[in-house]
């Protein structure tokens, strides 16, 4: 059973930066496409930012997050990472990790795995 959890999150002062994981198991990392969602208080769960399944795979961005956020993999780690940099007090939220064989499916939000989330919170 394929599981994903999230870490890194914390408080962060706006200008700052903070790399957040995300850890799989129970699957054949490399075979899933991944990406980022979050999700704030009273607003919808977005799109962050996606990544193909190869390291250095093609990326996706918001384009509230772009040139400032970066996605990688390392498929040897079975682990994803978020590199937020300069982020600002609009990037607080929950942040959720996703996973799936169709990368189609991470892109609009439909991925069948999906971590518990870790908060990030961005102080002015």
């Known amino acids: 059973q394929v599981q994903l959890v999230e870490s890194g999150g914390g408080l962060v002062q706006a200008g700052g930066s903070l790399t957040l994981s995300c850890a799989a198991s129970?699957?054949?990392?490399?075979?899933?496409?991944m990406g980022w969602f979050r999700q704030a208080p009273g607003k919808e769960r977005e799109f962050v930012a996606s990544?193909?399944?190869?390291?250095?795979?093609?990326?996706r961005y918001a384009d509230s997050v772009k040139g400032r956020f970066t996605i990688t993999r390392d498929n040897a780690k079975n682990t994803m990472y978020l590199q937020m940099n300069v982020p600002n007090v609009e990037d607080t939220a929950v942040y959720y990790c996703?996973?799936?064989?169709?990368?189609?499916?991470?892109?609009?939000?439909?991925?069948?795995?999906w971590g518990q989330g870790t908060q990030v919170t961005v102080s002015s």
């Open positions: 996703t996973e799936d064989l169709i990368l189609h499916r991470v892109l609009v939000g439909t991925a069948d795995y």
């Open positions: 990544i193909s399944r190869y390291s250095g795979g093609s990326t």
């Open positions: 129970g699957g054949t990392f490399s075979s899933y496409a």
